[in-house]
């Protein structure tokens, strides 16, 4: 496969391309970038771009003749077709169910930590006090649900090693203070970001830096 093959239509500073950038450098594929100017530029309400995805969103992933939109089903696509391992989507009826239902889980995170980040970071209009309150609601369910696994020494959301379940609620949960969201309350999250940044091939973005610091077992810097 050539890097011409694989093509992302995508912006550094979100979360949803972040998802995709991530999945691909774990299955070690080469892609081309395609920068879109979200912000200010809002490229992606633009007729060239509606052209690809007429519901204006990011990202898009284009490999050969098929084109593919929305994130999660963008991270299924890549990991149904491209990982011969069996790892990042499993077989399994069972854990593919739980898998499927943790991407689901991903969008009320984008609904909630994604859109108070764009209130503070981008000025969106939205109502930001209700975004905060929904946002600690999904942190409570992920760190409760985090802290259950780790009782049973299962450190990722399903259990069975990561997965795209983990990959589609990584960014946004971690990106979460950047909507006024805290991370504080959350230990088991700190721990589970901790772990997915120790991922062999795991990559940064803007605003989530690579582990280059000390932590404690809580998660927290040393």
Not at 39 to 44: A, D, K, L, S, T
Not at 147 to 160: A, F, K, M
């Amino acid at each position: 496969m050539t890097a011409s093959q694989l093509k992302l239509y995508d912006y550094v500073l979100s979360g949803n391309c972040y998802k995709i950038r991530l999945l691909l450098t774990f299955l070690d594929l080469p892609f081309e970038s395609i920068p879109i100017d979200f912000y200010p530029g809002r490229e992606h309400k633009q007729p060239d771009f509606l052209e690809k995805n007429p519901l204006g969103q990011l990202p898009v992933l284009e490999d050969g003749q098929h084109r593919q939109s929305d994130a999660q089903a963008i991270l299924t696509y890549l990991a149904a077709k491209y990982d011969t391992s069996g790892q990042w989507f499993p077989a399994d009826p069972v854990n593919k169910g739980r898998v499927v239902e943790w991407l689901s889980f991903a969008e009320n995170i984008t609904a909630t930590c994604s859109a108070a980040r764009l209130h503070d970071i981008l000025g969106y209009e939205i109502d930001i006090t209700a975004a905060r309150l929904g946002g600690h609601r999904n942190l409570q369910h992920l760190d409760d649900h985090l802290v259950e696994n780790e009782i049973t020494s299962d450190e990722w959301l399903i259990g069975v090693g990561p997965t795209i379940a983990d990959v589609a609620c990584f960014p946004y949960v971690a990106l979460a203070e950047d909507g006024g969201i805290s991370l504080n309350n959350y230990p088991a999250i700190r721990r589970w970001i901790v772990r997915f940044k120790s991922l062999p091939r795991f990559i940064p973005m803007p605003g989530i830096p690579p582990l280059h610091h000390l932590v404690d077992n809580e998660g927290k810097r040393i």
